[in-house]
Every structure is written in C-alpha cells, then in structure tokens.
C-alpha cells in the first residue's frame, strides 16, 4: 500500500541544519527535472512581480523571498515542513517507531518543486503550488506528469494505492486507474451530502494516520481498504474502470 499526499500550502521553515542533498532524495531521476523548476522558480521570485506571478497575497512576501535561496535554506524531513490541517490530522511526532517506519515508506508527497518524495526525504521550505505556470517550464502539473509517472512506475508497480490528493495535485499523475482509490470526504445532513474542504483534508489525514497505525496487514485491494476505512467512518466503494479508478466515499454527520 502507497498512500498519496499533496503538501501544505503552509510550509514550516527549517531554524537550521544543512541544506537539501539532491543525491540523497527519493526517485533522483527526478533531480534533472527538479532543477529546472527550481531555477525558474527562483528567478519568478525574485521579479518585482513575484507575488502576482505565483499568485500568492503580501503576507507571503517572506516565503517567496524565501523561493530564491533555495539551494542554501536549511531543510529538514518533509513530515517537518509540511503542516496544515492533513498533517496534523496525520500527527506524524506521535506515532510510534515502527508506525513512523511505515509511513516514511508508504506515503507518497506529489510536489510542485520536487515531483515526487518520500517523508523522510530533506528539503527546504518553499512556496509554489502545482496550478501555477514558470517561464521555460509551463505549467507545473503538465510539466511533471510524464516525469512522474515514468519514475514511480516501478515503486508503484502491484500496490494499493490510497490517493488523498487535492484534484489540483492529482492533475500532475494519473496512476493505474486499477489499483487506485481516490478518497472523498463528505458531510451529510437529512441524506444531503456537501463537500467541504476544511473537512476533506482533516479526515483524509485521519485516514491516512488510521491506516499506518491500525493492526494487522495494510490492505491490498480496494475492497480490504473499505473495510478498514469502515473500522472507523461509514464508507461507500464505487468501482472504477479501465480509465477510472475506484472512488472511497468517507461520509461525515454534520
């Protein structure tokens, strides 16, 4: 089982520490690509139009400041500097040392900047969101698509995967429709059900902290993830298609 996260928007700033080593990340056939959207984006940011080009508001001056020094930033484990409410939902610090074991080789984080990492792979705290468009580059989830997929076809080859992803992060790959399920967070009130966001990300985080710290096997089909998601939540499988994968439908009481 692989469970697929987008980041945070937010990001928490390593205080110090050595900046990322490229040759240590996960999937380094990514790096070539990686440096490119790094390149672009410290150029971006550092235009007087910084802000407006990555479509971001005054009080994120310091971060996209931030975007230009990237090679030299202190990094740290990516379960550090993502942060939010998935992650805290998720509450990485207070899982066990096996549990943490299991997370950092069963989430996956799809990445504006990185394409692809692993949790306990290091970088720095950055601000760029997949929906955005870099000169020479294009936009960002077109641009990684391909690359991702080639680089996470033998990681991801015969496993589950449990795809928390935002439809903006999802955009950037599109794994084998028949060994994904897509997770929906709904709340209902009198049999009308609404998708709400701030929700949506606290309960794929729960998932996501429930199925690396449950006992027994991790599941290995869509239906065995049903079942363990129902361990918790009242859930609905819809079955996907040859083009589509499977949907988990996590309904909430308002």
């Known amino acids: 089982m692989l469970i697929l996260l987008p980041p ?15 040759t240590a990340l996960s999937f380094p056939v990514l790096n070539t690509y990686r440096a490119k959207v790094l390149e672009a984006l410290g150029s971006v940011s550092a235009h007087r139009d910084a802000l407006a080009l990555l479509g971001v508001g005054a009080s994120l001056s310091a971060d996209v400041e931030r975007n230009t020094r990237l090679h030299t930033e202190p990094a740290a484990p990516a379960h550090q500097v993502y942060s939010g409410v998935l992650y805290d939902a998720l509450g990485y610090q207070s899982l066990t040392a096996a549990q943490r074991r299991k997370a950092d080789e069963s989430v996956l984080v799809i990445s504006a900047l990185w394409g692809a990492i692993r949790f306990a792979d290091r970088v720095p705290a950055y601000r760029l969101s997949m ?7 294009g936009r960002l989830a077109s641009f990684w698509k391909p690359q991702i997929s080639a680089a996470l076809a033998a990681a991801t080859e015969g496993k589950l995967l449990v795809d928390c992803r935002s439809s903006t992060y999802s955009a950037a790959w599109a794994p084998p429709p028949a060994q994904t399920v897509a997770v929906n967070v709904f709340t209902e009130t009198n049999g009308v059900r609404k998708v709400v966001s701030h929700f949506a990300k606290h309960t794929r985080g729960e998932l996501a902290r429930h199925l690396l710290t449950r ?6 089909t869509p239906a065995q993830l049903l079942k363990a998601t129902r361990e918790k939540w009242d859930a609905e499988l819809v079955e996907g298609s040859a083009r589509k994968p499977h949907a988990l439908t996590i309904i909430l009481e308002a």
């Open 131 to 137: 929906g955005t468009s870099l000169p020479d580059v």
């Open 8 to 22: 945070s928007e937010g990001k928490t700033p390593a205080v110090q520490g050595d900046a990322v080593d490229w």
């Open 215 to 220: 006992r027994g096997a991790a599941p290995r």
